[in-house]
């Protein structure tokens, strides 16, 4: 399928356990970025990607490691996750030649029990 | 960037056109206004964006006042599925550069009402 895609949907994990959350998008975009999302604080970047093998910290990366081997998928990982952690997350891509229009995946809902 | 300042909730009736606002009236003079939406358990989506000109595309218009201190988004005919929160933005638009993200304030809830 065509856009961008994130997976899983839902997920439920325990404290201290490693996830990792998968985004993928097939219109060979440059650019690729994590948010999460919590009520009262909107969305916050986490870490963005400006192309295969290069990736930056956002405002909030503490606790979250990514990496982008390939220009289209860029994992998301919680080394260890806590409770504070549980938040939606979106994953968005955009072209390296336009501008701030950014393409979002439909999220994951994580929580930490 | 800029800071922007949207009321926080709004009505309008389906059928009618939505007029929502937004202050920026900070701008500089290379940055741009960008706005997004966002539908219930949805990701956001981007609507349009413009510099000074009025911009208009198959979603909605908008007008920005010349100068370029407040902007106005226009959904010209409502339906019960533009119920979403709309976020506008302001940013440099740097082609060719810049990854960092953007920056989504608390933007406004528009409830489209039957």
């Known amino acids: 399928d065509a856009g961008i895609t994130q997976s899983p949907r839902y997920k439920i994990t325990e404290t201290g356990r490693q996830v990792t959350l998968m985004c993928h998008q097939t219109?060979?975009?440059?650019?690729m970025f994590w948010y999460r999302q919590d009520l009262g604080h909107g969305l916050r970047l986490i870490y963005y990607?400006?192309?295969?093998?290069?990736?930056d910290k956002g405002e909030v990366p503490d606790g979250y490691v990514v990496s982008r081997s390939k220009t289209e998928n860029f994992p998301l990982t919680l080394e260890s996750a806590t409770r504070s952690q549980t938040s939606v997350y979106f994953c968005?891509?955009?072209?390296?030649?336009?501008?701030?229009?950014?393409?979002f995946g439909p999220g994951t809902r994580l929580t930490v029990t | 960037d800029a800071k922007t300042t949207q009321p926080p909730s709004m009505d309008c009736a389906e059928g009618r056109a939505a007029n929502l606002p937004c202050n920026h009236s900070?701008?500089?003079?290379?940055?741009?206004v960008y706005w997004y939406r966002q539908i219930h358990s949805q990701g956001p989506q981007y609507i349009i964006h413009?510099?000074?000109n009025n911009e208009t595309n198959e979603m909605a218009s908008l007008i920005i006042t010349e100068d370029r201190k407040s902007s106005t988004l226009i959904l010209p005919h409502a339906t019960l599925r533009d119920t979403a929160v709309y976020y506008c933005?302001?940013?440099?638009?740097?082609?060719?550069?810049?990854?960092?993200?953007?920056?989504f304030g608390k933007g406004t809830h528009l409830i489209i009402q039957p």
């Open positions: 968005a891509s955009r072209d390296r030649l336009g501008s701030y229009e950014q393409y």
């Open positions: 219109w060979s975009h440059s650019y």
């Open positions: 990607s400006a192309a295969a093998d290069i990736t």
């Open positions: 900070t701008i500089s003079g290379n940055e741009y």
């Open positions: 413009g510099l000074k």
């Open positions: 933005i302001v940013r440099v638009s740097r082609s060719g550069g810049g990854a960092d993200g953007l920056t």
